[in-house]
Nanobody, 126 residues
Framework: QVQLVESGGGSVQAGGSLRLSCVAS????????MGWFRQAPGKGREGVAT????????YVTDSLKGRFTISQDNAKNTLYLQMNNLQPEDTAMYFC???????????????????WGKGALVTISS
């Protein structure tokens, strides 16, 4: 069965950094695109970044470009999200996501995601 297990969440002060990890199992990692989405209380699930796991081509939503970076270690079936200069508005549950296809262009809506991790809570204080 497909499993996506996030780690690395926590509480940091504004301006700090965190790196989230997602270990994927139960399928061939390189056969599906991966991504990160986030959801703040009372808000919808927002796309953060995606990666084409085979080619390494990445996308980060415009508002987070320059602060957030998606990457991977294919040998470990592990996805990462490096988050720098964190701000209070970044506070959210961050979800690792697996798509339905091999390729992705841009960041799709959350409804297109086939599998989700349980989420990692990121809390930024000012």
């Amino acid at each position: 069965q497909v499993q996506l297990v996030e780690s690395g969440g926590g509480s940091v002060q504004a301006g700090g950094s965190l790196r989230l990890s997602c270990v994927a199992s139960g399928y061939t990692y390189s056969k599906f695109y991966m991504g990160w989405f986030r959801q703040a209380p009372g808000k919808g699930r927002e796309g953060v970044a995606t990666i084409n796991t085979g080619s390494g081509i990445t996308y980060v939503t415009d508002s987070l470009k320059g602060r957030f970076t998606i990457s991977q270690d294919n040998a470990k079936n592990t996805l990462y999200l490096q988050m720098n200069n964190l701000q209070p508005e970044d506070t959210a549950m961050y979800f690792c996501a697996r798509g339905r296809t091999t390729g992705v262009v841009g960041i799709p809506p959350a409804r297109s995601i086939e599998y989700w991790g349980k989420g990692a809570l990121v809390t930024i204080s000012s």
